[in-house]
């Protein structure tokens, strides 16, 4: 694969200020519970940008996306199943003595 | 010299097996670094929802300029940092030397720039278990915060810290000639590893800075 | 060769072991196997300490009453028992010790990918090991090795704080392991040798490191936070605070529950070496158990919540946990199924290595079986936190896995050593082992369902009979673990001199003199053919 020039790199680095520049920015108008989601998306572009332009994964081998990939599921699974617990701590009373 | 750096590790057949290697045990690495950091992550979400008034409120006490420009400066060390890469991919010895220098000169501005924030932080009271001042029905939820505010940023600015001491131990090791075009292993997974902790705090500014920045 | 030329031609052959002399040669190793001997000598004497611990217990235990510990001092023994025994033996124990010897020879390569990272994690064992041993002699620990908030961060006096981080660092030494092996697999395997013709062995041993690398660095920021906590007196896990002590037992099980997978998949890994070997046969549905192996790291990382039923966890959540550690029963249970398939019918010489392999398979199937018993919420509720849970647990812990560390250590100590173990000899601590096993385990099932409960140094008359067989079992095996200690010392100067592959077995490993040479190979192999490649009904040689 070709190899990413230094416009590229410069490129994907006007990228990122102009994201961080906007999720500041947002953060100060009130989208209610779409503001986390709106932050998030924000900060997963920029890490995916990051990881695909500087640490160079559209050059690398499968192995390397598959590594890449598995650390954020993994994470995914902690929280997720974590999180099942916290929200749902109400929903279901367990009957008393 | 250049022969010695080039030289492959007994236990590798060639050159290419000795890249692979060194570039998926890298990867492999930053793997656990996600889940070592997630397990604060986690516990920073479940406490968000718990109590999301505490945290909006304990959130608006950091100091968005500081945090946005550490982002910038951050940032701009990745830029130097892949730059650097570049360089040694190319075989240009100036531009890698610059480059890496570079890289180490942000991440210092980074930490000076820290060092300020929790100079201030202490200042107004607001470090768990050492000078914490807050009153108030929200002043537990608000020092869970506090105290996984300083954890994250904590452990962050140790990697930072020791991300800086090997590029410079690189920066040395490229100044006396060991990195060619051939051979520059050490230049790339440093690389990875610097990336790393740049998107660790592309994750904190939102999530410690930026939580109900338009509320009262 | 007639044996006096055999032993002329094998005196100066210089092989790891005699190729450099020295402390410093060993200091400063950077050979595989080197390494894997300087872990089965620290882990050695870590399982005889944390024995010593079990020996207290048991001896306590043999009258109702809390008489000869006072219960302070009986909570600390337990939790040391505990924490040695998980962290500094079984966590470490097939793939530190059997895996970083026998990995590179069985995938033809001179060494793991890392070889000073390998170094590395035995010299964080050791360091890790040094915290813990100064807890222990300063005072101990009494958390249990469970460490639950907020006793371990506000109210416990001990040691909390040395224990804490010698966990914390001897899991960068299991971290450093798993990544080196992953590496090493991926990318040095011999020429031929595609995935589907690895040893079982190394399937195993993959999955573990998975686990390892996804697993251990939670563990890690746990016992940070907690450490953090202890010191500062103020905490994420405080309720003072609105802090969820659940939170602490969610990072801390995220970790230890696949952690009990680290355990037992490579003493599976060793179990399908030896069942090949010693019915002459190849494995039954070689793809179900390379993938069972896969599907346990998987599944075992989606049910933590089950060690939460009883801890305040949402009922939904236990549910979905519950349903979850069914499921990953499954492909634990492939393997039995499939070992025992390939038993049947096999020509079985029943040798020291297949006595343990054997046991593995009986008492991991009753240790597993007993898990769907606390997998169940209703079932779980009555017996969580009494004997029955620690039945279950050493039944997989010791009758499974440390029998597959010790049939695996059987089994390859003709490479290692290039000496014989004494079969007669090895045959007999295998059945004392397994007798005292289950006198000692067994009733402890029982006990738990008439509701004894754990942790605790007195207990009501009735529950001592019982007791009583318990600690005459342990006694028993302990009789049975010194026995090796002893006749695989005397092997390394008396033994029989063993050849390349005394067990007439497949595999690249036995195609090499016992022992190797320092790079392993004189010349580096290729592989054609399919993995056990065994003639389905002839004898084994020699």
């Known amino acids: 694969m070709a190899r990413s020039g230094v416009r590229v790199y410069v490129a994907v680095f006007a990228a990122l200020i102009v994201l961080t520049l906007a999720t500041v920015a947002v953060s100060y108008v009130d989208l209610g519970p779409a503001s986390v989601v709106v932050a998030l998306s924000i900060a997963f572009t920029k890490a995916v940008l990051v990881v695909l332009f500087f640490m160079h994964l559209r050059e690398s081998p499968g192995l390397t996306w598959v590594v890449a990939g598995g650390g954020f599921f993994w994470l995914a699974i902690l929280i997720g199943l974590t999180m099942s617990d916290v929200l749902t701590r109400g929903w279901l009373p367990v009957a008393g003595p | 010299m250049a022969e010695h750096a080039a030289a492959v590790a007994h236990q590798f057949d060639d050159a290419e097996q000795q890249r692979g290697a060194a570039e998926l045990g890298m990867w492999i690495f930053l793997a656990t670094e996600v889940m070592f950091f997630g397990g604060m992550f986690t516990a920073f979400t479940a406490y968000r929802w718990l109590y999301p008034a505490a945290f909006a409120h304990a959130s608006r006490h950091l100091d968005v300029l500081l945090g946005g420009t550490n982002t910038i400066v951050l940032i701009g060390s990745s830029l130097t940092m892949v730059l650097a890469v570049h360089g040694a991919r190319e075989g240009h010895r100036r531009s890698l030397l610059v480059c890496l220098a570079l890289t180490m000169l942000l991440g210092g501005v980074f930490l000076g720039i820290k060092a300020i924030e929790w100079t201030h932080k202490w200042e107004d009271g607001l470090v768990p278990g050492l000078r914490f001042t807050l009153t108030g029905a929200d002043a537990g939820p608000q020092e869970l915060f506090f105290f996984l505010y300083f954890a994250m940023t904590g452990v962050h600015a140790l990697h930072l810290i020791i991300g800086i001491g090997v590029v410079g131990v690189i920066l040395a090791l490229a100044w006396r000639g060991h990195y060619t075009a051939e051979y520059h292993n050490p230049v790339e997974v440093t690389g990875l590893y610097w990336h790393f902790v740049d998107i660790v705090w592309i994750f904190l500014l939102p999530m410690l800075y930026l939580i109900g920045r338009h509320g009262p | ?242 802090g969820d002590p659940v939170l602490f037992q969610h990072l801390f099980w995220f970790y230890s529950h696949p952690a009990v997978y680290i355990m037992i998949l490579p003493g599976m890994g060793v179990i399908s070496e030896l069942v090949t070997c010693f019915a002459r046969k190849r494995i039954f549905g070689y793809h179900y158990v390379a993938f069972s192996s896969i599907a346990i790291a998987v599944f075992g990382f989606l049910v933590w ?229 065994y003639p389905g009904r002839e004898p084994v040689h020699g």
Request: net charge neutral; aromatic share 16%; glycine share 10%.
């Open chain 3, 1 to 242: 060769m007639t044996t006096a030329a055999a032993l002329v031609a094998e005196e100066p052959r210089l092989h790891y072991l005699n190729e450099s002399y020295g402390v410093r040669s060993w200091l400063l190793t950077t050979d595989h196997k080197r390494v894997g001997l300087l872990y089965l000598i620290s882990l050695t004497g870590a399982f005889f300490v944390g024995g010593f611990f079990a020996v207290m217990l048991r001896v306590e235990l043999l009258t109702p009453a809390g008489d000869l510990l006072q219960a302070e001092t009986y909570n600390k023994f337990f939790t040391m028992h505990g924490v040695i025994m998980v962290f500094f033996f079984l966590v470490p124990s097939i793939p530190a010790v059997l895996g970083n010897f026998v990995l590179p020879l069985m995938i033809g390569a001179r060494d793991v990918a890392f070889p000073r990272l390998n170094l590395l994690s035995w010299y964080l064992y050791v360091l890790g090991a040094s915290f813990t041993t100064y807890a222990v002699v300063s005072g101990g620990v009494d958390t249990g090795w469970t460490f639950y908030t907020p006793y371990s961060t506000m109210s416990s006096t001990t040691q909390v704080m040395p224990t804490a981080i010698g966990i914390f660092i001897v899991g960068f030494s299991s971290i450093l392991t798993g990544l080196n092996f992953v590496v090493t697999i991926h990318r040095m395997r011999a020429p031929g040798l595609t995935w589907f013709r690895l040893p079982l062995f190394v399937w195993s041993l993959y999955a573990t490191s998975l686990i390892q690398i996804l697993a251990t660095p939670v563990l890690a920021i746990t016992v940070m936070l907690l450490g953090l906590e202890r010191l500062l007196h103020v905490g994420i896990f405080d309720p003072a605070l609105g």
């Open chain 3, 305 to 533: 919540g089950h060690h939460l039923f009883v801890a305040g966890q949402s009922v939904y959540a236990a549910m979905v946990f519950s349903l979850l550690s069914y499921l990953v029963a499954i492909p634990s249970a492939v393997k039995v199924f499939n070992w025992t398939a390939t038993l049947h019918k096999g020509t079985l010489e029943f040798r020291t290595p297949l006595l343990y392999a054997l046991g593995f398979i009986g008492l991991f199937t009753i240790g597993g079986l007993t898990g769907l018993f606390l997998a169940s919420l209703g079932m779980d509720v009555h017996v969580t936190d009494t004997y029955f849970v620690i039945a279950h647990f050493h039944y997989i812990m010791v009758g499974g896995m440390v029998m597959g560390y010790l049939g695996g250590v059987h089994y390859w100590w003709p490479k290692i050593s290039g000496r014989m173990y004494p079969e007669g000899w090895g045959r007999l601590a295998a059945l004392i082992i397994f007798i005292g096993f289950n006198l000692t385990f067994f009733p402890q099932f029982i006990l738990g369902y008439l509701g004894m409960p754990r942790r605790y140094h007195a207990y009501p008359d009735e529950f001592q009979v019982l007791n009583v067989m318990s600690t005459a079992g342990a006694s028993i095996l302990g009789v049975g673990y010194l026995l090796p200690m002893i006749y695989l010392l005397w092997s390394l100067r008396y033994g029989e001199p063993a050849g390349e592959n005394p067990w007439d077995a497949t595999g690249l490993e036995w195609r090499t003199p016992s022992p190797p040479p320092r790079d392993n190979f004189a010349t580096a192999p290729t592989v054609s053919g399919e993995p056990y490649a």
